[in-house]
C-alpha cells in the first residue's frame, strides 16, 4: 500500500487563490521530503527540500514567496502556492525520505493543478 | 554537480521481447545510489530498482535487470518479456550519498517506452 499520502489528487482553481498541497508519509517518520514541479512530457523538477522544524531549501529559480513550504510534524510536509495563476499550473509530487534504511524516496500520487 | 543522461525519448519493442533503457551518469562523489522509476500516464511514481555505487553484483528485480558499468558510469535498465502494462515513461536517478547532499534525487529527462502488441 501507498506510504506516502497527497492530497489533493487534483485542483482546478481561479486565478489569484492560494492552493494548499499536503504530502504524509503514513509509516515512517520523515524529516526530509521533498517537493517536485513537472510539465507535459517533461521529467521532475525538485523545487525545494523540506526539513522538520527548519526552513525549506529552495533550488535556484524557485519563489520563495510563491511556493510556501511547511513541516510542521515528522510526517506532513505541505506545499502552498499563493495567488496561484495560470502559469502555475503544472503536476506537483512531493515525496519522502524514509531514514531507517537505504530505501529510495517514496512518492506520493501527485496533484494535478489547474488555474484558470 | 551530479547530471544524469538519458538519451532515447522514445522506444519501442514488441510484446514478449526485452529492451533495454540507456542511463549514463556524471558525478565525482564516490558512494551514490542510482534509481529507476516508472511514471505511468496516471502520474505516480513506481520505484523499479536500486544500485548502489559500492554494490558488486548488478541489481535484479523480478522482471528488471540494472546493467551497472561504473567505469564507463552507465546504469541501463532492462525489461525482460515486455508487456502491455509496460509502456510508461521511466526515469533514472542519482542520490549522492553525502550529508552535504541532503539525499535529493537528480533526474534524467526520462523514455517514454511504448509496448506493442
Known amino acids: 500500500g501507498a506510504v506516502v499520502s497527497q492530497h489533493p489528487s487534483r485542483v482546478i482553481c481561479k486565478s489569484g487563490t492560494s492552493v494548499k498541497i499536503e504530502c504524509r508519509s503514513l509509516?515512517?517518520?520523515?524529516?526530509?521530503m521533498f517537493w517536485y514541479r513537472q510539465f507535459p512530457k517533461q521529467s521532475l523538477m525538485l523545487m525545494a527540500t523540506s526539513n522538520e522544524g527548519s526552513k525549506a531549501t529552495y533550488e535556484q529559480g524557485v519563489e520563495k514567496d510563491k511556493f510556501l513550504i511547511n513541516h510542521a510534524s515528522l510526517t506532513l510536509s505541505t506545499l502552498t502556492v499563493t495567488s496561484a495563476h495560470p502559469e502555475d499550473s503544472s503536476f506537483y509530487i512531493c515525496s519522502a525520505r524514509d531514514p531507517r534504511s537505504n530505501q529510495p524516496q517514496h512518492f506520493g500520487d501527485g496533484t494535478r493543478l489547474s488555474i484558470l | 554537480a551530479q547530471k544524469i543522461t538519458q538519451t532515447q525519448p522514445g522506444m519501442f519493442v514488441q510484446e514478449k521481447e526485452a529492451v533495454t533503457l540507456d542511463c549514463t551518469y556524471d558525478t565525482s562523489d564516490p558512494s551514490y545510489g542510482l534509481f529507476w522509476y516508472k511514471q505511468p500516464s496516471s502520474g505516480e511514481m513506481i520505484f523499479l530498482i536500486y544500485q548502489g555505487s559500492y554494490d558488486q553484483q548488478n541489481a535484479t528485480e523480478g522482471r528488471y535487470s540494472l546493467n551497472f558499468q561504473k567505469a564507463r558510469k552507465s546504469a541501463n535498465l532492462v525489461i525482460s518479456a515486455s508487456q502491455l502494462g509496460d509502456s510508461a515513461m521511466y526515469f533514472c536517478a542519482m542520490r549522492l550519498n553525502s550529508g552535504g547532499s541532503n539525499y535529493k534525487l537528480t533526474f534524467g529527462k526520462g523514455t517514454l517506452l511504448t509496448v506493442n502488441p
Open positions: 509509516d515512517f517518520q520523515a524529516t526530509t
